[in-house]
């Protein structure tokens, strides 16, 4: 009876430490170091409206946001528009007005700060997501 007891202890014991062994997994259950993740969005070059003037160069939104996969992306995407920081190699001017596909990654830094609350207008970047744009492409000179 002993030994009984002292090989259920010695298992309790076990698996004790194996358990304190297993890494935890964050909230979301992806690990906390991942990269920004690579998206892709089209939609039209606008002027950011709330331009500050310490600003020497000009900020751009990307607003009228067509949500990728069809209707039924179209139905759970609640972005209407995201604030531009283009690349060195990224000249957004030669598209303002124009309809576009931009490739980037979210700003982290920048989104995980905004409010939830809508903007005001579709060219202020109150309380829209930052989007580093990486490369741009024409898909229409009209925004139409």
Do not use: W
């Not at 030994?3 to 890494?23: E, H, I, N, S």
């Not at 500050?52 to 996969?69: K, M, N």
């Not at 596909?101 to 700060?113: C, K, M, P, R």
Request: glycine fraction near 6%; include cysteine; aromatic fraction near 2%.
């Amino acid at each position: 009876m002993k030994k009984l007891l002292a090989l259920y202890c010695g298992l309790v014991v076990f698996m004790a430490v194996v358990a304190a062994q297993t890494p935890s997994r964050t909230a979301s259950g992806a690990s906390s170091t991942t990269s920004p993740q690579t998206i892709t969005v089209t939609g039209c070059v606008t002027p950011d409206t709330m331009t500050h003037p310490s600003t020497d160069s000009p900020r751009f939104v990307l607003s009228s946001i067509e949500p990728q996969g069809g209707a039924a992306a179209r139905s759970r995407s609640t972005v209407t528009g995201y604030t531009l920081t283009p690349a060195a190699d990224v000249n957004l001017g030669a598209h303002l007005n124009h309809k576009v596909q931009i490739t980037g990654t979210l700003d982290t830094a920048t989104t995980s700060s905004q409010t939830s609350a809508q903007p005001s207008s579709p060219n202020t970047s109150s309380a829209m997501p930052a989007l580093r744009v990486t490369s741009v492409k024409m898909v229409s000179s009209t925004c139409l």
